[in-house]
Each structure stands twice: as structure tokens, then as C-alpha cells.
């Protein structure tokens, strides 16, 4: 390859100019959740309540008769979702302005998830940044939503990027 030719990555996040109001990001692949997953995450995070980790529990003292995937791994992953389409260039998470578990998730379910652009703000103190405000939504195989989200991300603007290494920064170049 030439120094010339350009070498094409795959797209990772979005500068401020990228967004616009009304835009939906369907995240892709989704996710099946396992009972693993369930239950290291639970662990990790200390959260030992018997609804997400003891199946004989679950089985005969809820309504759902089974165990129920911790709303926090829910969210986390959908969270990690976005970061592709909506923060992976992001300064800051600002802020999470909302948090809803609409309908429980379960072992086996596969989660998939999309992300609207609610208002996009420049910065008024720094020319370079701004604000995208977007609402996530989780949602099961079946399309039943079960976790939605509101929150504001700080976004650098191409002229940011363009001071700051681009659309790689810190990837050094391969060499002998």
C-alpha cells in the first residue's frame, strides 16, 4: 500500500456535526442473555438477591416462577451498545436522566437495542463540544420493550478531532 491510498475503519461514534434530531441508531448484533451472564454479573456487583441467583426462589415466591436478569445488566448492556453508533467519541457521559425497567427480562432472551437523538446542543463555553441528548431502548426477540433510558452525552466536534488524532488517536502505525 502507498502512503497515498487511504485506509478505511470502521466507524466508531459520531462527532457533534453527525448527529441530527430524530435519527434512530439500530444497534446490531443483539445479545442472548445467559444465566451466566446473569449471574457473574451479579456477583461482580455484590447484588445477591435471590430473585437473579437462587432458581428455587424464583420458582416459589414470584408471579414470574423463574429467575429474573438484574435490570443493571439490562441497562449495561445496552449501554454498551450504543457506544458504537452514539458515544464512542464521546468527552463525558454527562448525565443519566432516566432509567425505566418497562418488563423483565429472562435467561435465554436475546436483547437488542436502538438509540434516538432527541436535541443536539453546541457548546456555548467551548466551540469545539456539544450536547446530544438521546432516549435508548431495550427491547426482547419478540419486540416487547423492557429497559429505556434518557441521557446526555458531551460530543467533540469534527475540529475537535481533527486537533486530538482524528477519528484513531493513540494508534501508532505497524512497522518492521
Not at 457521559?93 to 453546541?122: A, C, M, Q, W
Request: glycine share 10%; net charge negative.
Amino acid at each position: 500500500m502507498t502512503t497515498t491510498e487511504k485506509v478505511q475503519g470502521r466507524q466508531f461514534g459520531r462527532y457533534l456535526e453527525d448527529f441530527e434530531v430524530g435519527a434512530i441508531y439500530r444497534h446490531w448484533p443483539g445479545k442472548t442473555v445467559t444465566e451466566y451472564d446473569d449471574h457473574l454479573f451479579c456477583l461482580l456487583t455484590m447484588n445477591h438477591h435471590p430473585l437473579h441467583l437462587n432458581s428455587h426462589f424464583a420458582e416459589e415466591t414470584t408471579e414470574f416462577g423463574r429467575n429474573v436478569v438484574v435490570g443493571n445488566y439490562v441497562y449495561s448492556l445496552l449501554l454498551g451498545m450504543s457506544v458504537q453508533d452514539v458515544s464512542g467519541k464521546a468527552i463525558a457521559n454527562l448525565e443519566i436522566e432516566s432509567l425505566r425497567h418497562v418488563k423483565p427480562t429472562f435467561h435465554g432472551d436475546t436483547i437488542y437495542g436502538e438509540t434516538e437523538v432527541l436535541d443536539v446542543t453546541p457548546s456555548k463555553s467551548k466551540n469545539d463540544r456539544g450536547v446530544v441528548y438521546v432516549e435508548t431502548r431495550g427491547y426482547k426477540q419478540d419486540g416487547q420493550i423492557v429497559c429505556i433510558f434518557r441521557r446526555k452525552v458531551l460530543v467533540p466536534k469534527r475540529s475537535y478531532g481533527d486537533t486530538h488524532g482524528g477519528d484513531q488517536p493513540a494508534r501508532p502505525l505497524p512497522h518492521a
